[in-house]
């Protein structure tokens, strides 16, 4: 909405700079006792031709650059809420999947979930030797537990844990019970 409000600013502004300057040309260009002076015209055209193209100008040129940036910051809130709903919906979804399905590399799928889990909106492990994201709800993540390989950590901690056994990241949430228990490796 800034951006076209912007683009219509400068427009008018271009427009307001155009009229003012033909119609105050033309008064100077004309002759007799109702003709204008040439300071005058110039004077006339400073004060409401150009300031207002500066002002209303600048104003547009601001709004057209924070409306592009307020785009580019949406689609990325888009692209953040397609992915978490892909994760939540099929319970996995491997990493290459999620990436071709994005259009997105490797390292912006990364970089998308460390910052919902910084916005505890995601909470699951994932698996990186496997490549594979698994959501999980908060009861399973918020264990000493791991969901993956069954180890059992000393604490549970909040946002990212490595498990020392299987070296999945856990994604914890940020409500989860601090809880202690003696470490032990997986039962096979």
Not at 9 to 30: D, E, K, P, R, Y
């Amino acid at each position: 909405m800034g951006r076209t409000i912007g683009i219509v600013l400068i427009v008018a502004s271009v427009l307001i700079c155009g009229v003012v300057t033909l119609f105050l040309g033309l008064g100077a260009a004309g002759s007799g006792p109702a003709g204008l002076s040439n300071a005058g015209a110039v004077l006339g055209i400073a004060l409401f031709g150009v300031v207002p193209l500066l002002l209303l100008g600048g104003v547009g040129i601001f709004l057209v650059v924070k409306g592009s940036q307020e785009a580019k910051e949406m689609a990325d809130v888009q692209q953040k809420e397609r992915l978490l709903g892909m994760i939540q919906s099929a319970g996995k979804i491997s990493v290459g999947a999620a990436a071709i399905e994005m259009k997105m590399t490797r390292d912006q799928i990364k970089n998308a979930i460390y910052e919902l889990v910084n916005q505890s909106l995601f909470s699951g492990f994932i698996n990186w030797q496997e490549g594979m994201f698994y959501g999980n709800d908060a009861a399973n993540v918020g264990s000493n537990k791991c969901p993956n390989c069954g180890g059992i950590r000393e604490i549970v901690g909040k946002g990212i844990v490595k498990c020392p056994y299987c070296a999945v990241e856990l994604f914890v949430p940020q409500d989860a019970p601090q809880t202690r228990a003696t470490p032990a490796p997986p039962q096979k």
